[in-house]
């Protein structure tokens, strides 16, 4: 991981800005012969597209994926594919305020002491804008996977917004795309309306928790120490913007556990070992159990909101900032499918890490 | 980071297993003239040392580093450094069962189906004995840091034992050293003890949560998307052994939180931007901003219990394992020194890399 | 360096097929605040680009750089760069034969042998045509060093053509723009003139060597071991289409000296020390002294020629081959661009290296 | 490639000075399931150590491997694997001559500019004792490549000593182990003994020509562009102490040729492809044809000679300085040995990346 790129042999790097002229993310190091057309693509970003309902930002992108290399006749060559997303909806707009001032919660502060220069327009490089680019390469991994790992199965859902959690216990995936905010409870999911409508209305905004789960994944893929699998997806979560948490399985939870209540039993199965629960989210010792694997993380509420807020000018003067414009009242709806396309990337890196370590031997059992 | 090496310009790997002859770090790209002896590593050594008190694993070791290059006359030369500490408590013992076994919660089943071949004794490359190197190296990273960032303290403490957390309110660094727990409440601390003792004489176990903090750290350290200081802080400490999770700043409570209340306002103090609260927990757009870098991680209890678990053989029949030996009632404990350790080198990581894109360029405020 | 990535802190990956859309560079790491827009670059590209005069391929490529990210009021901001070049003389063509035919010479068979799958289309990935997008990344590189390396030129030039040798005696700079061949010699340039024009006419082609030196590079750049200076300039030098060969100072004819002969002795000189010749290159232990950066590379002759070859198919059957087309009789021409474009990258990568690690100390002298 | 750490998934790292209590290579990304014991390593050191006979320096080191990690039952596990090597001829001497004075052709003065500290013990970091540990790293390399690419022969050979080439007609493998220089023309052998023993007798040196092949490499290692097989050769010689030039296949011959000349001509044997010539050495695009590997390069002759050499020292005063000590009149001699294990070490990294990113697919001709 090194600034701009993540992953080690199927390797990312995205690219671009809020409002230039395109972004875009340049993939390295995927299987060739995949099947691989901009309609393969298109689908994941519909699903992270801002301006689909009145809970997402209203800025209109088309988010249109072009391919510009790596494939021929419809399927990934082995060579560097570079996606590329035009930037259609830069509203022209005077940018002099935001430049001069610091928006807090935002970057704007940190870029500018870091580097003395940043692009004020939409955020510059650290608007959310560049996830459209992660779920892109995502959609690359899924498509890689889908002959690599026939039976994986990758799926997120937002199991909280501000204080309020789902029921567990009426969790249905089949309710995910059935509701705007992708929640896996449709009670919940009519709760939250209200509550974000008003939140909407009064120019506020609002945190959430995304879980996703990844079924079907093999046995056998991460590593030791630094190479965990579950250290790779902490980094790759914690690294879409507002993240300020991540957990795998029980998470903060296990902490809260004795040794007794939080061992995952094994017994045999017919395919091999079962596992009696799945406190382990999947992973033990940073290496694949072969059970679900699950990571939460916890999205901070949007910091562009209408209530003044105290900050100061490039020149040290203290003033107030109301952040105008599109923005999302809860931006974690639309990190559901970018939480997805880490996910897939995460596991496409370490399948292809694990073959070319192991080459896909396995220890038997029984 | 790359299976057991972490880092992008200070860059350690770890290596060695539990009851082999040694382990250690490799330690490339240290600044050269870094005063560096043995005698600045082992305090820390010593502080993570097992077999100190009757909360951790009895295992007796001397944890003696020896550097085998790197440093002539007492200063590291910016070539790599070697940390050697030699195992010299591998108890004579019968590890067929643990090899014919494979103990719930533990890496044994994945390294099995991942490698197809493991070494059980002491848990081979997954025992927490690994993190004395990480202990080893993150002095090194100090001792650097003297120098680079002379305001720099990074500080560990446990925060929260099994359900219970403490009492912010009586959070004193003071107490940290006076207790067995690196608790900084010394309510919660006696608490603990009697809590501990208890689960310890039941051959049980219990989850911790681990907070640590880096005041002084210098603002405009992290780098946008994949390379942001939280997203490396993420990976270093869910790399740590029984992570499951890590949260930076208000972390999962940010999820519940409203824009306005999550905000951290910015007013001019004399020496520049001055924060009104910190839930960023320092870091915005993945960048330092001057403030105290705040993360929490969560540690699983520890899985070596004597209640018996079921589990399963090599040749797949049904059994009960009780894990007999010398573990740690809460393994939280010692992973104080550990996420303290993985702090100083992610920070220092950070200052050569941003003075290597940068040149330690500032853009001016006031 | 790892797959199409190429440098450490200055990471340039190149993409981009010969006959797709368009083909560029992903520039990350670039320090922030450089002045840079694609009038900066076009120049560069402008040496590079083919059908300029009789000797190169009449493909007729515009070869018009977009910078689309990373820069801001013309500055770098210390995001990533991306740069595209649009193809636009991808002539119609039936590309038939080529894909059922492995030109010898080429990337067809091992591309396909490897891939199971490749782009026929004039080489796709392994065309020349990519070391376009290396001319630009290179011209980003010089805006970076021109004020963080101020004295340092960097030039190339053709000193051999198939046998035969330039007069060292006769070398002059300025020459090297006033003939189609970058010859510092104006009467080999002459000679070569007929000798070309012979092999153009008969379909054949010839090789050529050629020297890029950068003159004024600090001294103190590169690194021990792996991380050498002259590693990384081989690495550079060789990962160009076409290149056998690469060697530093006195390179291959070190081989044939004496320690006697071949030491470079120091003097002291009124700005610190002088070396009596320059064997070593510029560089010892794979680090700069100061002096001239000295680099050679070997290019085989194109391997598209007239000539009937023997090749086989798709379906193993024994066939002949003549490559027509556009192509270059003499492709070590244009590599002098590229050659000064990798030098340029290797030279601001390894200047941002030191100055992380080593924060620009240097040990005094005198 | 980072610093001091060589290969992408097989990955070495080498630490330790020359005078320092060990040096070693630390070696990440190792199969697991390859049997491997210090007796497999030994053979390999063995080869290498100095002062068998005496056209080497007099150090009289053991160079035993002691393997401190990563094996369990005589396999490696997968995880790093730690080859120690101490250093036991550590000949008790006073350096403060070379501390104060820089060496021609040495990298004291580089060091010392460059880290503003040096270790000047035997050359501390910069010895050619650092090769000792590529040696033991490429042991193992071997060992994984025994059944990952069973019919793999790796020789090494030298073939020039100063302007002495061999006559290529004569070259027999047989006749490499049969005398001191590693000479495959048992005449030139004969003729540079005399040549060498009066060169050493007077103090002086001379440099050397290796070459390295593999017989048996599987086509299809390797990547475009920048993860070229012979880009990872370049560098991995290159890295080598004291080498100046690298040259894969006809090299820079290559230069000379026309395209007629230089074209391998391919026809259909019963096994697949072959060609009529390896002027391409093995490698077509950066991929391997599964020809012979051809790897050649130039070592200059050892700087520490008798003959009195004008330098500077630490003050910057004018000198002469005459380097006395247990040296190597041709360090090239030693190097066959470690060229060899440069080139284990490539080709198993580039079957782990091959099969990581392919999982081993080949287009089928025929």
């Given at each position: 991981m090194s600034l701009n790129s993540f992953g080690h042999l199927f390797r990312v790097t995205t690219w671009g800005e809020s409002h230039g002229p395109a972004l875009g993310a340049t993939v390295d190091g995927c299987p060739p012969g995949v099947p691989l057309t901009e309609a393969d693509i298109q689908p994941w970003m519909d699903a992270r597209k801002p301006g689909q309902n009145k809970?997402?930002?209203?800025?209109?992108?088309?988010?249109?994926?072009?391919?510009?290399?790596?494939?021929?006749?419809?399927?990934t060559t082995g060579t560097p594919i570079q996606l590329m997303i035009r930037n259609t909806d830069q509203r022209s707009k005077d940018y002099g305020e935001i430049a001069r001032k610091f928006r807090p919660g935002h970057a704007d502060i940190t870029y500018w002491q870091k580097y003395g220069i940043r692009d004020p327009r939409g955020g510059g490089r650290s608007s959310a804008r560049e996830t459209?680019?992660?779920v892109a390469a995502g959609a690359v991994a899924r498509a890689a996977?889908?002959?690599?790992a026939p039976g994986l199965t990758i799926r997120g859902a937002m199991v909280q917004m501000g204080p309020h959690g789902i029921d567990r216990a009426a969790f249905d995936w089949a309710e995910v795309p059935r509701n705007p905010f992708w929640c896996p409870d449709p009670a919940a999911a009519a709760a939250w309306a209200g509550e974000l409508d008003a939140l909407r209305k009064s120019g506020n905004s609002v945190g959430a928790v995304i879980e996703v789960q990844a079924s079907g994944t093999p046995a056998g893929l991460g590593a030791p120490v630094y190479g965990?699998?579950?250290?790779?997806?902490?980094?790759?979560?914690?690294?879409?913007?507002?993240?300020?948490?991540?957990?795998?399985?029980?998470?903060?939870?296990?902490a809260t556990l004795t040794g007794t209540e939080n061992a995952d039993e094994?017994?045999?199965?017919?395919?091999?070992?079962?596992?009696?629960?799945?406190?382990?989210?999947?992973?033990?010792?940073?290496?694949?159990?072969?059970?679900?694997?699950?990571?939460?993380?916890?999205?901070?509420?949007?910091?562009?909101?209408?209530?003044?807020?105290?900050?100061?000018?490039?020149t040290g003067e203290e003033t107030e900032i109301v952040t105008k414009g599109r923005h999302d009242p809860c931006v974690g709806i639309r990190a559901v499918p970018v939480g997805e396309a880490m996910m897939a990337c995460v596991?496409?890196?370490?399948?292809?890490?694990?073959?070319g370590q192991t080459g896909g031997v396995r220890g038997p059992i029984g």
């Open positions: 809970y997402t930002t209203q800025r209109q992108e088309a988010d249109q994926v072009e391919i510009l290399s790596g494939t021929y006749e419809g399927k459209a680019a992660r996977l889908a002959s690599l965990k699998l579950d250290t790779d997806l902490a980094a790759a979560m914690m690294s879409i913007n507002a993240v300020k948490g991540v957990e795998i399985g029980a998470g903060f939870a296990a094994i017994t045999m199965g017919p395919d091999g070992p079962v596992f009696s629960s799945n406190h382990a989210g999947g992973i033990l010792g940073g290496i694949s159990t072969g059970q679900d694997l699950v990571v939460r993380f916890a999205v901070k509420p949007t910091s562009s909101i209408l209530a003044p807020r105290k900050s100061i000018t490039l596991i496409l890196d370490h399948l292809l890490l694990d073959r």
